[in-house]
């Protein structure tokens, strides 16, 4: 299941991992968000031990979402080594999520 990562707990969960981080930035109310849930959760299935997925709700959790400047949502992001280094903004299926996160892993 894909980490609740939150304003409190995303400089340890996020920042300082040792592993790929993917974030969803997503949104209740919004319709393209409720189709990428089930992608984000596969994958948490699918990288456990590898990478760390997680989902920061942008209502929620306004101060991550001003500090990556997410305008629009769903947006991934990828971070290796607390830095941005790949993001998808809107509905993507699967494989584009995959090969982003499996170039991380190289």
Do not use: H
């Amino acid at each position: 299941m894909a980490l609740e990562i939150t304003d409190s707990n995303f400089a340890e969960v996020a920042m300082n991992s040792d592993k790929p981080v993917m974030i969803d930035f997503w949104a209740e109310w919004c319709g393209p968000c409720r189709m990428v849930s089930p992608i984000v959760e596969e994958m948490s299935n699918d990288y456990d031990g590898k990478a760390v997925i997680g989902k920061v709700n942008v209502d929620e959790n306004p101060d991550i979402s001003a500090k990556f400047g997410i305008r629009n949502i769903p947006t991934i992001i990828f971070l290796k080594g607390g830095q941005v280094v790949d993001k998808s903004v809107g509905a993507v299926p699967k494989n584009v999520l995959t090969e982003k996160m499996e170039a991380l892993l190289g």
